[in-house]
């Protein structure tokens, strides 16, 4: 009896530390945190079924790389592919799960979205590595995003980031949204396509226009509330 009692007790001892450790993980999920993981893994040899860093498939490479921060996916692409929010693809942020129809049909193939139009996942061929979206074949059979871990507000952001001389506030970029340059005739000209998840200084707002925020050096973007979030320094 004294036995069952101390091993009763031991098992009581060793519960909170398991739980501790699950939520310590949970709470340092975070889409950067999920990427810095992913590329660390670059180089891991492809294996039918493998879900460690001695080989992986791609579902296996999600599957380890979201349960290291406590979010634990469904083992198969089909499956992980009805979890979470869906996302559009002009919307897509770091840590999002993008989805391709590949030797089946329906989702068959995923990785993890790395920003600036790439994405991370384990190659049939060359084991884990980074790809371009606009690679043919992926182009061709991308069929949809998901996300599962939350994205940093832009009040978190803008707090994180040193307040520069002159700087009235930030905007984070939540949809493609052009970047215009004001000309000498006082006119403006698109110079770039700034994409989602980017960040950027703000130096003065003019209602010209319609409204637009100054990133300093003469270049401009929209108040479209849709595409962009600003925040005034100090909040």
Known sequence: MKKVLLKALALLLVLPMIFT???????????????KLAKQMQGVPYKWGG?????????????????????????TTADQYKTG????????LPGDIVFFTTYKPGASHAGIYTGDNKFIHADSDDGIMINSMDMSYYKSRYIGAKRVVAQESVKGIAAAVPVKQGQIGMVYVKKKINLWQRTEDNKLKMVRILNPGEKYRVYNYDTRFGGQYNLGSQLYI???ESYIEYVPVGQ
């Open 222 to 224: 929209t108040n479209m």
């Open 51 to 75: 879900t460690t860093p001695k080989g992986f498939d791609c579902s296996g490479f999600l599957t380890y790389v979201y349960s290291e921060h406590g979010i634990k996916l469904p083992r």
């Open 85 to 92: 929010e869906s996302v559009s693809r002009s919307e897509l």
């Open 21 to 35: 450790h699950q939520s310590a993980n949970a709470a340092e999920a975070s889409p950067d945190s999920i990427v």
